[in-house]
Nanobody, 120 residues
Framework: QAQLVESGGGLVQPGGSLRLSCAAS????????MRWYRQAPGKERELVAA????????NYGDTVKGRFFISRDNARNTVFLQMNNLKPEDTAVYYC?????????????WGQGTQVTVSS
């Protein structure tokens, strides 16, 4: 069955960097746009970054523009999120999402999440 597995989270000091990975399996990766979301305690889930199925576009949330960069390797069925100049407010659980819109049908999958903590 479809599966998304995130990795790369952890504890980092303010100003540091992390690279998250999301490995996909069980579905045709190149048919899906990929997104990273995050959710901090007591807050709603927030879209962080998105990338088209062939990387034809990338989009970013206003709070991460210029610091975070999304990319994908379709040969390895993996999407990445490079996070630079991290701030304490970036602390959250980060989720990988695959989404495909085919006519009126929307198909999506979620990973289990990886914790990112930014603290000195």
């Amino acid at each position: 069955q479809a599966q998304l597995v995130e990795s790369g989270g952890g504890l980092v000091q303010p100003g540091g960097s992390l690279r998250l990975s999301c490995a996909a399996s069980g579905f045709t990766f190149t048919d899906y746009a990929m997104r990273w979301y995050r959710q901090a305690p007591g807050k709603e889930r927030e879209l962080v970054a998105a990338i088209g199925s062939t990387a034809e576009y990338t989009n970013y949330g206003d709070t991460v523009k210029g610091r975070f960069f999304i990319s994908r390797d379709n040969a390895r069925n993996t999407v990445f999120l490079q996070m630079n100049n991290l701030k304490p407010e970036d602390t959250a659980v980060y989720y990988c999402n695959a989404r495909r819109v085919y006519g009126v049908k929307v198909t999506g999958y979620w990973g289990q999440g990886t914790q990112v903590t930014v603290s000195s």
